[in-house]
C-alpha cells in the first residue's frame, strides 16, 4: 500500500520540479528549425492534412493533438511535460503559495463535503467553520453527492466575493449558515516545526515554493528562542519547486560564495552557476544539521542534500532520494498552453550528476525504479565516486545516497488489516466525536503532546466504530497494533484542533527515520572537529 502512494505521490511532484519561467514567445520570435526538424515537421503537416481530409470519423483535434504532444515528449525524458491552461493556472497557485478562497481541505464522505481541516487565518475559520463540520448546501442549492473536482469551482472565487454554505454539525439537530468572505489563502509549505528537545529543533519542509525560505526563517527564529542550537530538516516526500528556494535554502547553511549547483544543457544560456550569494547576504547560521531524505525527495530537495553534504555540512540520512536532476523551462504557448522542456541536467558542488538514468525504459518503469526495494538503488558498486571538501567518499550515478541510510518500517511492520485502516477516515470520525466530547480539556497544545493517552472506554469506542463501518478484524489484530494506531488517532485529534501542524507534529512520534536522525549529532561533532571547527551545544 505504502509503496503504491507514494508511486502516485511522486508521479504528481515531479510535475512540479524546479524550473525557470519564460514568457509567451511569439510566434515570429520562435527559433527556427533545423534541416532534419523542419523535414519532420512538414511530414507531421501532410499526415494531419490528409487526416483530416479522409479520416473515416471526424475528429476532436484539441485531444488528438494533445496526445501527440504528450507521445512525442514522454519519447524524450520522464519530465518535459505540456499543460493545458487550466493545468498551468492550477500549478501557478502551488507554486506562489496562495489562491483566492475559502480556505478548507476536505473530502467527500457519504457523499457529503466534509471539511478536514481549516487553515489557520483563513475566512473559512474567521466565518466559523470547523474540521468535521459537513457542507451540504452551497448558496442554497444542495451539495449533497457532488464530485471532488466539482467543489473546487464552487468555493472559489475571487478576492472580496463571498459564499454562503449550510452545514451540519455534531451537537446540532438544525443547520448552521455561514457566509465566508473570500480572501487570499496562504499555502503553508512548511508541514511543521518545533523543539524536539531542549536543543534540537525540527522543520519539515513539503516543497519549494515562493514563500518557503521566507518561512523557514520564520520557524528558526522562533525555535532559537526557545533554545535551538541543533536542526533536523526534514526533506521527505519533498518533490521540488522553485531553484531560488533551494539556493536560497543552501544559503542559510554555507557561508560566503560558494557554488550549490551548477547546470550544463545543449545551448551556451542553459550553463549556469548558482551561487550562495546570488540573491543577496542571508541570515546564515553554523550550527549541527542532520538532513532527512527519502525516495520521494527530488529536484530541489536533491540540490539542498546534495550540497550540504559536499560541502561537509551535514549529515544526510534517511533512503536514496529520487533522482530528478533534469532542469525544464516552461514556455507559454499562443493559447495559454504550457511546454515544461527540459533544458540542462544539474550537478552538485562536487561534480555529481543528480539525474537518475531513464534510458530504455517506460515512464512508468522510470517511476516504479524510484522504489526499488531490492537494495540494488543503494549498491555503490560501480557507482562513480566523487569527494567531499573533506575528502569524504560520495556516489554518483543518480540520487544523493545518504550517509546513514535507514528505511522506513513504521508502517510495513503491522498487519494489513491495520494498513488497510490508514486508508480509510475512520481516525478522522473518531477524532471529530472525540474533540466534540472532550474539547474543553484540548485548549493545551503543547500538554496535549506531552501527555495525551487513550483510555480503556475510548479504545473500546474506536473498535466499535471500526466494525461499524463494516470491518471485521481478528480479535488479536487492533490490540497487536494499539500503540500505533493509538499515535494515529492522536494525530487525527491534533489535525482537528491545530490543523497540519498538529497532525504532522504526532505522526513523527511513530517514525524510525525521525528517530534515527536525532542520534546523529554526536556523529556530525567529530566530522567537525575534523575540519578544525567546534559547534558549541
Same mark, same amino acid.
Given at each position: 500500500m505504502?509503496?503504491?502512494?507514494?508511486?502516485?505521490?511522486?508521479i504528481?511532484?515531479?510535475?512540479?520540479?524546479?524550473?525557470?519561467?519564460y514568457?509567451?514567445?511569439?510566434?515570429?520570435?520562435?527559433p527556427?528549425?533545423?534541416?532534419?526538424a523542419a523535414?519532420?515537421?512538414?511530414?507531421?503537416?501532410?499526415?494531419v492534412?490528409?487526416?483530416?481530409?479522409y479520416?473515416v470519423?471526424t475528429?476532436?483535434?484539441?485531444?488528438? /493533438?494533445?496526445?501527440?504532444?504528450e507521445?512525442?515528449?514522454?519519447?524524450m525524458?520522464?519530465?518535459?511535460?505540456?499543460?493545458?491552461?487550466?493545468?498551468?493556472?492550477?500549478?501557478? &497557485?502551488?507554486?506562489?503559495?496562495?489562491y483566492?478562497g475559502?480556505?478548507?481541505?476536505?473530502?467527500i464522505?457519504? &457523499?457529503?463535503?466534509?471539511? /478536514?481541516?481549516v487553515?489557520?487565518g483563513a475566512?473559512a475559520?474567521?466565518?466559523?467553520?470547523?474540521s468535521g463540520?459537513?457542507?451540504? &448546501?452551497?448558496e442554497g442549492?444542495?451539495?449533497v453527492g457532488l464530485?471532488?473536482? @466539482?467543489?473546487?469551482?464552487?468555493?472559489?472565487?475571487?478576492?472580496?466575493?463571498?459564499?454562503?454554505?449550510?452545514v451540519e454539525r /455534531?451537537?446540532?439537530?438544525?443547520l448552521?449558515?455561514?457566509?465566508?468572505?473570500?480572501?487570499? /489563502?496562504p499555502?503553508f509549505?512548511i508541514?511543521?516545526?518545533?523543539m524536539?528537545n531542549?536543543?534540537?529543533?525540527?522543520?519539515?519542509?513539503?516543497?519549494?515554493?515562493?514563500?518557503t525560505?521566507? @518561512?523557514?526563517e520564520?520557524?528558526? $527564529?522562533?525555535?532559537?528562542?526557545?533554545?535551538?542550537?541543533?536542526?533536523?530538516?526534514?526533506?521527505?516526500?519533498?518533490?521540488?519547486g522553485y531553484l531560488? @528556494?533551494?539556493?536560497?535554502? $543552501?544559503?542559510?547553511?554555507?557561508?560566503?560564495?560558494?557554488?550549490? $549547483?551548477?547546470?550544463?544543457g545543449?545551448?551556451?544560456?542553459?550553463?549556469?552557476?548558482?551561487?550562495?550569494?546570488?540573491?543577496?547576504?542571508?541570515h546564515t547560521?553554523?550550527i549541527?544539521?542532520?538532513?532527512?531524505?527519502?525516495?520521494?525527495s527530488?529536484?530541489?530537495s536533491e540540490?539542498?542534500?546534495?550540497?550540504?553534504q559536499d560541502?561537509?555540512?551535514?549529515?544526510?540520512?534517511? &533512503?536514496?532520494?529520487?533522482g530528478k536532476?533534469?532542469?525544464?523551462?516552461?514556455?507559454?504557448?499562443t493559447?495559454g498552453?504550457?511546454?515544461?522542456?527540459?533544458?540542462?541536467?544539474?550537478?552538485?558542488?562536487?561534480?555529481?550528476?543528480?539525474q537518475?538514468?531513464y534510458?530504455?525504459?517506460s515512464?512508468?518503469d522510470?517511476?516504479?525504479?524510484?522504489?526499488?526495494?531490492?537494495?540494488?538503488?543503494?549498491?555503490?558498486?560501480?557507482?562513480?565516486?566523487?569527494?567531499?571538501?573533506?575528502?569524504?567518499?560520495?556516489?554518483?550515478?543518480?540520487?544523493?545516497m545518504?550517509?546513514?541510510? *535507514?528505511?522506513?518500517?513504521t508502517?510495513?511492520?503491522?498487519? =494489513?488489516?491495520?494498513q488497510?485502516?490508514?486508508?480509510k477516515?475512520?481516525?478522522f470520525?473518531?477524532?471529530?466525536?472525540? $474533540?466534540?466530547?472532550?474539547?474543553?480539556?484540548?485548549?493545551?497544545? =503543547?500538554?496535549?503532546y506531552?501527555?495525551?493517552?487513550?483510555?480503556?472506554?475510548e479504545w473500546?469506542?474506536?473498535?466499535?466504530?471500526?466494525?461499524k463501518q463494516?470491518?471485521?478484524p481478528?480479535?488479536? *489484530?487492533?490490540?497487536?497494533d494499539?500503540?500505533?494506531l493509538?499515535?494515529?488517532?492522536?494525530?487525527?485529534?491534533?489535525?482537528?484542533?491545530w490543523?497540519?501542524?498538529?497532525?504532522?507534529r504526532?505522526?513523527?512520534?511513530y517514525?524510525n527515520?525521525?528517530?534515527?536522525?536525532?542520534?546523529l549529532?554526536?556523529?556530525?561533532?567529530?566530522?567537525?572537529?575534523?575540519?578544525?571547527?567546534?559547534?558549541?551545544?
Open positions: 505504502r509503496k503504491n502512494l507514494l508511486f502516485y505521490f511522486l504528481l511532484f515531479s510535475l512540479f520540479s524546479s524550473y525557470q519561467l514568457k509567451t514567445y511569439p510566434l515570429w520570435a520562435l527556427s528549425f533545423d534541416d532534419d523535414r519532420e515537421v512538414k511530414k507531421l503537416q501532410e499526415v492534412a490528409l487526416t483530416n481530409a479520416y470519423d475528429l476532436d483535434w484539441k485531444k488528438t /493533438i494533445t496526445k501527440g504532444i507521445g512525442m515528449l514522454s519519447s525524458d520522464p519530465h518535459s511535460h505540456y499543460f493545458s491552461a487550466e493545468e498551468g493556472k492550477a500549478n501557478d &497557485e502551488r507554486f506562489d503559495a496562495r483566492q475559502v480556505g478548507i481541505e476536505f473530502d464522505l457519504d &457523499e457529503k463535503i466534509t471539511v /478536514i481541516a487553515i489557520p475566512p475559520q474567521k466565518a466559523g467553520l470547523q463540520d459537513r457542507i451540504v &448546501e452551497i442549492k444542495n451539495a464530485k471532488r473536482d @466539482e467543489v473546487p469551482r464552487l468555493l472559489k472565487g475571487p478576492k472580496g466575493s463571498s459564499v454562503k454554505v449550510g /455534531i451537537g446540532y439537530d438544525e448552521l449558515y455561514f457566509t465566508i468572505d473570500r480572501d487570499e /489563502i499555502i509549505t508541514n511543521t516545526w518545533f524536539a531542549d536543543t534540537t529543533g525540527y522543520v519539515w519542509v513539503n516543497r519549494f515554493a515562493a514563500t525560505t521566507d @518561512e523557514l520564520s520557524a528558526l $527564529v522562533r525555535l532559537e528562542r526557545k533554545g535551538m542550537k541543533q536542526l533536523v530538516l526534514d526533506l521527505r516526500g519533498n518533490g521540488g531560488s @528556494e533551494a539556493v536560497k535554502m $543552501v544559503a542559510k547553511f554555507v557561508n560566503g560564495h560558494e557554488l550549490v $549547483v551548477y547546470t550544463r545543449r545551448r551556451d544560456e542553459n550553463n549556469r552557476e548558482y551561487f550562495t550569494d546570488d540573491y543577496g547576504p542571508a547560521r553554523d549541527p544539521l542532520v538532513v532527512l531524505i527519502n525516495q520521494a527530488a529536484s530541489a540540490i539542498v542534500s546534495g550540497a550540504l560541502y561537509d555540512r551535514a549529515l544526510i540520512t534517511g &533512503e536514496h532520494s529520487f536532476g533534469l532542469v525544464q523551462n516552461e514556455f507559454n504557448l493559447d498552453a504550457r511546454l515544461r522542456l527540459t533544458v540542462s541536467k544539474y550537478y552538485t558542488p562536487s561534480g555529481r550528476l543528480i537518475r538514468s534510458k530504455d525504459k515512464v512508468k522510470y517511476f516504479k525504479d524510484a522504489y526499488d526495494t531490492t537494495g540494488a538503488v543503494y549498491d555503490s558498486t560501480g557507482r562513480p565516486k566523487f569527494r567531499t571538501r573533506m575528502g569524504r567518499i560520495v556516489y554518483g550515478g543518480g540520487g544523493i545518504p550517509d546513514h541510510l *535507514q528505511k522506513l518500517t508502517v510495513s511492520r503491522y498487519s =494489513e488489516f491495520t488497510k485502516l490508514l486508508t477516515r475512520i481516525f470520525l473518531f477524532a471529530t466525536d472525540y $474533540v466534540y466530547r472532550h474539547k474543553s480539556s484540548l485548549d493545551d497544545a =503543547e500538554r496535549f506531552a501527555a495525551f493517552r487513550l483510555n480503556k472506554a473500546q469506542r474506536f473498535k466499535r466504530l471500526v466494525k463494516g470491518l471485521s481478528d480479535a488479536g *489484530q487492533l490490540e497487536k494499539r500503540r500505533f493509538e499515535n494515529r488517532i492522536k494525530a487525527a485529534i491534533a489535525r482537528n484542533l490543523s497540519e501542524k498538529g497532525y504532522w504526532v505522526i513523527l512520534e517514525d527515520q525521525y528517530d534515527t536522525a536525532l542520534t549529532f554526536p556523529e556530525y561533532q567529530e566530522l567537525v572537529k575534523k575540519r578544525g571547527t567546534t559547534h558549541k551545544n
